[in-house]
């Protein structure tokens, strides 16, 4: 960050009144510009005992496979960007769950929400994916899983087996999500 | 937003090529500036059957009561940032139990995420606050709760009774959150 968006001058680090640690400040107007992690929300699709998975056609990890998930938009709930996630990548309607998995991903500045879900109809390869298919748990392509939190909902969606018991609350520490 | 944060001059809503919908986009370096839900992490502290809330010193709502809550800061985890606020709001230190509520507030852009936590030790009233003190169940304050969100929280967690019922998922639409 180099000016103000809301101004145009020049932006300095300081620490603001009543704070505790430097943030963005414009050098002329004084707003005072917050930075907060972002949320990806996702979820895992289940028809007749198997998961859709999506291989992704867009940097990064090109040509991985990966739970429906993205960065989650200005007027929706979590939920709902999970859904309209696996429409975008998968051409899928779900009905969403339960959330079951909740990844602190601290260095990309990044949390990331996982819910259960259930597939409702058809699919097909989105703008996002190179291909998109279902898996049943031997099936994981473990090896080619594209990021370590969907990895990590995968493993405890698994484990969970169905039952909701409650958020697996996990921390990632370095930029390689 | 009127300025581009990065070269300075003026940014514009057009939607970006491979998108679906507008952003604010630099009409000079073409950078697209995203805007996302921002997260607002806090716990409902608990000793002795008792729990902690705050009044608050600062608006909105100022003088009503609330769990300590604040907006999650880059660096740290969901849990981390409800401990940190409840330092600072009560310099109270916690431990951190389970996640069991989220809140979507849409209009307001902001994902509100409560977890359980044991309060370790002494409290005494933090910046934000006029006073800090314990209440048990009969006791809270309910037509003086700052805002919805925490009035949610508060009636899941002792609808939970100390158990872990995974996360109660709730959506407000106004932005009187």
Chains 1, 2 share one sequence.
Not at 73 to 84: M, T
Not at 162 to 174: A, D, F, P, W, Y
Request: proline letters at 3%; hydrophobic letters at 35%; aromatic letters at 10%.
């Amino acid at each position: 960050m180099k000016y103000c968006s809301s101004c145009g001058k020049h932006v300095s680090r300081k620490v603001p009144d009543n704070d505790n640690q430097e943030r963005w400040i414009c050098d002329s107007c004084g707003i005072v510009h917050y930075q907060n992690p972002k949320l990806v929300v996702g979820c895992i699709p289940e028809k007749d005992g198997k998961i859709l998975l999506c291989k992704r056609a867009i940097q990064p990890r090109y040509g991985y496979w990966t739970v429906p998930a993205g960065f989650m938009e200005l007027g929706e709930s979590l939920a709902q960007g999970a859904a309209r996630e696996t429409l975008e990548e998968a051409c899928a309607e779900v009905q969403i769950g339960h959330m079951f998995a909740a990844v602190d991903v601290v260095d990309a500045g990044q949390v990331h929400i996982f819910f259960t879900a259930k597939l409702l109809g058809d699919f097909r390869v989105g703008e996002e994916s190179l291909e998109v298919a279902m898996f049943s748990a031997d099936d994981i392509p473990w090896d080619d899983i594209a990021f370590r939190s969907g990895r990590y909902a995968l493993e405890k969606y698994f484990e969970d087996d169905g039952q909701n018991n409650g958020v697996h609350v996990h921390e990632l520490r370095s930029k390689r999500f």
